[in-house]
């Protein structure tokens, strides 16, 4: 059986799966960045790690290649560039390293482009040529499929929809810049929209009972299906921001489907209700009433790692 | 010789041009958008001129096909679509119409992408993968190349930068939204900052001069060139507005380098400048000191027409 493998490296964990071409994780593992000071280490600690799951897994499997999505990872260099959520600093040549480990050949991206090719193998996009995925987590993230292909860009570092500027002189960003939608859309975000909104408004709401510390997105959603109005417009106030940078996004690439995925759209309709009808609003005349949204078919615990494995196979189809 | 045809059909006037590869015009002209009530009619006429142009070129020209550029044009349909500034209504299909007169295949695109493929293919863009082009003319249009491929989105109708919104609640703008680009960007955008800014300031200036009716882009340009401070921060103003859309659209698609064509264009340096500065400021730290921003190797005279037919040169080139 081919198979491949997903590694997906993240400022905690680093959760990997042997994957066959259905996208069924025939094995997983996981190890925690922050163990290792090294990335040579780390590299070396995962491979063991794989190869003893690989073997397990029995003797009549071909490995196709490893796909390897990381923050900052840079397709073309096989890198990861100054990565701010990593312990190592610098740029790491992930192909180098783990060519030490394994013969098969090894594929890097970001984690939101391999979120989309995740989801253009084996999720809802898959045959479509033109879509876009935005990961609402921490973060914003996205990838852009235009031609069937992925944009990576010149520099591969393509598809930063969280860092274009929604509001003019807006929130703080942890780019050092102001107003991007990654500050409005995120979990990170939502809070921020919580805080404020609970400080602006003198309304009664459930979310008054929960301490600032421990306040999260998934507070927010239950209050709103429970029809607490203050958490319905804290989340309407994030549908209003995150529609208009997808109508914006919409105007350039003119995608057939936009999926949504990560923290924010587990808040599921009550988000995307809101985000829809803004979006409509929104929109040029020209794109309006044909662009689609919708929440990712792959679940948060594996796409990271399942779309890490997908570079491998999108690799192989397009040869 | 092989050759291509170009044509541009305009609200006012349409004109062809009989291309070669290098893309030298080797005969052109033109007819009057408006004479014809009927699209069959025009069709008709624009044609019987250009093949009493090919017979004039002599007998060795293999012709490789047409490309047409017109507002609204649908590359996968091949039609025109509901254009505001055409005398004919509703959809029109261009290759039909063309199929009656020439043999050659006929291909279809919008005015900004056939811009862009221009170019592309006999412009500053040859041999780049990953670029923009941006036409600053009456309206602003938009092509993006990713891949080494226009993205034509879903639709064919991908690539309107002139309309994502960059101001909340801003300028009226013609598609019935408000705070379009091209309602700042635009040469007509220019012309509003212009009166804004006469009616703001006190400040002497020798725009005011020229009467409302006059006043011209050229007018505001010519000025700045003789540092007149008003029309400095005019341009100013306008670069800044242009820039601020460039660096979210380069969050995007991530490209090498972005041609400016139109109008606008012409100001050069005086746009070019602080465009560039403000660009640099309001780019995500990813992308600074990468993306080239120049003036478009086309000349406004023949760029429509040689972006027509560079359409044919593409679509050859690509098989």
Redesign the interface.
Known sequence: MEISIGIDIGGTNSPFGIVNSEGEVLANGSVKTRDFNHPEDFAAAISLLIKDNLKSLGSDLKLLGIGIGAPNGNHFQGTIEFAPNLPWNGVINLVVLFQQHFEAPIFVTNDANAATIGEFVFGKAKG???FMVVTLGTGVG?G?V??G?L???????????G???I??DGRDCA???RGCLETYASVTGLMRTTQIMLAKSSQDSMLREVSSDELSGKHVSDAAAKGDALAVSILDYTAKRLA?SL???V??????AIFLFGGMARAGDLLLGPTKKYFEE?L????KD?VRIEISALTEQNAAVLGAAALVWKEFQAK
Chains 1, 2 share one sequence.
Do not use: M, Q, W
């Not at 944009?151 to 929809?161: M, T």
């Not at 040029?284 to 794109?287: A, D």
């Open positions: 479509l040529k033109d996205s852009f235009s031609n292909e944009i990576y860009g010149h520099d591969s570092f393509a598809g930063e929809l860092h274009t500027i509001v003019h780019c050092g810049r208009f109508a914006n996004a105007a350039i690439t003119s995608p057939e929104y040029l005349y020209l794109y044909k």
